[in-house]
Nanobody, 127 residues
Framework: VQLQASGGGLVQPGGSLRLSCANS????????VAWFHQAPGKEREGVAC????????FYLETVKGRFTVSRDKINNTVNLQMDSLNTADLGVYYCATPPYQYLGCFQRPGGNVMGNWGKGTQVTVSS
């Protein structure tokens, strides 16, 4: 598994961005995929996890209703649509999967134990 997050950039408050997570080492089928946010000077925190089984999703309370995680099976990516962005959302976003297929999110936005991490993508929210 070789993950790469992309799609970050500069956006004004209230704007939107769509991040994408790809696996250049193969498929994402069978993997739960989680998105993590690391704000400047803070620890990395899970914001959304997409289950492998039925694509059900689990969100951090502060992003519910604004962020949507989804799977694109045609392009073999898992995407994070981020709307109504605010300055608290700025930072580096990473995607990650458990070390093996068929391990779930455990109903948590950060999943359980993540074994595969991609390089992050920077999101800047500023007017």
């Amino acid at each position: 598994v070789q993950l790469q997050a992309s799609g970050g950039g500069l956006v004004q408050p209230g704007g939107s961005l769509r991040l994408s997570c790809a696996n250049s080492g193969g498929t994402l089928d069978g993997y739960a995929v989680a998105w993590f946010h690391q704000a400047p000077g803070k620890e990395r925190e899970g914001v959304a996890c997409l289950a492998y089984s039925d694509d059900s999703a689990f969100y951090l309370e502060t992003v519910k209703g604004r962020f949507t995680v989804s799977r694109d099976k045609i392009n073999n990516t898992v995407n994070l649509q981020m709307d109504s962005l605010n300055t608290a959302d700025l930072g580096v976003y990473y995607c990650a999967t458990p070390p093996y297929q068929y391990l779930g999110c455990f109903q948590r936005p950060g999943g359980n134990v993540m074994g595969n991490w991609g390089k992050g993508t920077q999101v800047t929210v500023s007017s």
